[in-house]
């Protein structure tokens, strides 16, 4: 049988010895192992939420330029098509779909030119990755009226 000095240890060697059972463990190396993986993981992980963030914002953008065309287009021969008009329709599809789109940010933009007119909805989209991505992305959804 071998003689274990850590089984008859008392007082301040205790602890001593359970730090060195540890380092002798595979729970030590599993330790390190998941630290390692941890540092790529995570980060992997908020890049993919951002993205899919991102692409969900990006997405409601096309909505609400489409229902603002669309309002637009019913309204066209009675209502003249001016701001108030279209935040009025961007104020109804956001109600409908009760998405999370700061409303305050959100640029809307009418630009008319040889008959057309064009909606273009522009909204600040940051990016924010732990320890490696700090960022903000113009999102853009644009409109044709003919």
Known sequence: MIDDPCARAR??????????????SE??????EFALVALLAI?????????????Y???TLDYLADEIARAAAIQLDS???DTAFMDAAMEEALNAVAIFIDRNTLDRRLVSNNGETTI???YPHQLRVPMILDETITL???????
């Open 11 to 24: 007082g301040p060697r205790k602890p001593l010895c359970a730090i060195r059972a540890f380092s002798w």
């Open 43 to 55: 980060p992997l992980f908020f890049g993919i939420f951002e993205m899919g963030r991102a692409f």
């Open 140 to 146: 853009t959804a644009t409109r044709i009226l003919r």
């Open 120 to 122: 273009v909805l522009s």
């Open 57 to 59: 914002n990006k997405t």
């Open 79 to 81: 209502v003249a098509i």
């Open 27 to 32: 729970k030590a190396a599993v330790s390190v």
